[in-house]
């Protein structure tokens, strides 16, 4: 116990609360089971050890624990949570949970016995709690924390606090907004967040980002995924391949029977594959407006989650169309909105609005007549009625 409260005090002097991510402040921290998901690399670590240094509470009370520490190969995670209250604990942070065999209902017990006790465990996006061997989604508060946004960036980059703003703002202010930002020079900084600004890691070594997003990949498909049931080291082949794939075609419609004959396996495992890789946060699946979604559902497009993969997976340089595509549907949906494959125009954003997506020169053509439709154009500082800058959607979380 002594070594893991050194381990914690140490972790915890090391982070500094001069940036912080949104989820910080959105999190209901009364509660006393609370499960934060999120990808590699997203900044699950710093914001439990921000959240510890923020509570200023006495040294015996909190404690930061992470999961593969080789503590854990021959102690227990009840047996530890025991220990740490009986010694005045109040609140276990506990990192990288899924790494933990049995996690879940070590858990649960150490809720259902020790009522004075808070528990704040993070885990891979993959986990879901519904399908654990206990059930936990009664009991916890579930979270996720994605990469940056593009207005994190700002902040996190050069220093530039900006508020979040709603998509309503943005339509019927953009101009005006854009104005007040227009001396930062936003298209600069908006194309190097496309490059390197989605994971904050990014700024521990610039030079080596991509070699260190590379490493993140294969840890994702290598360990995180290997975690799913029935995926062995042929099968994680494979998952490079597709991979490989969407890095060189994305936006990928994908012919699901082809796919899978060039893959050689059957159909259904393909589009369950499909699932996983969003859940591990590595593509992104949009499916046409009026259908459905889901695993048993052949999405419309397929999209790397987010920009800064492309460098990561593809040895050829991004296509400019693609990654504005990825970037306009990944801030969308981390901001909590729905976004579809649009029957006219590219995408349809809450049912409500239609949105065509390109270069500072993208006319209207596609989407004129149609009702609450904008451009959402790239390359543009600011715009004018219906036309948009890109980068202003990164605005929104």
Known sequence: MEQLKEKSAILISQHSLDFQRFLLKKINWNNRLICILGSRGAGKT?????????????????????????????????????????????YLFIDEVHKYSGWAREVKNIYDFYKDLHLIVTGSSIIELLGLEVDLSRRARQYELNGMSFREYLEYEEGIKVDPVTLEDILTNHVLMASDLNGYKPIKLFKNYLQHGYYPFYKEDKEGYFIQLSRVVNLIVEYDLAFLQGIDKQQIRKIYQLLGIFAAQVPFKPNMTRLAKTLEMSRNTLVQYFHYLEKAKMIQQVYLEGKGMGMIEKPSKVLLDNPNLFEALSSSPANTGSRRECFFVNQFRNSGHEVSLAKAGDFIVDNKYTFEVGGADKTFKQISGIVNSYIAADDLEIGSGSRIP??????MY
Do not use: H
């Open 46 to 90: 710093t914001l439990l050890l921000q959240r510890i240094k923020m509570m200023n509470a006495a040294p015996d009370e909190c404690l930061y624990i992470t999961l593969d520490d080789i503590y854990f190969s021959s102690n227990t995670l009840v047996a530890t949570a025991e220990r740490f209250r009986q010694l005045g604990g109040k």
């Open 390 to 395: 890109l980068w202003m959607f990164g605005l």
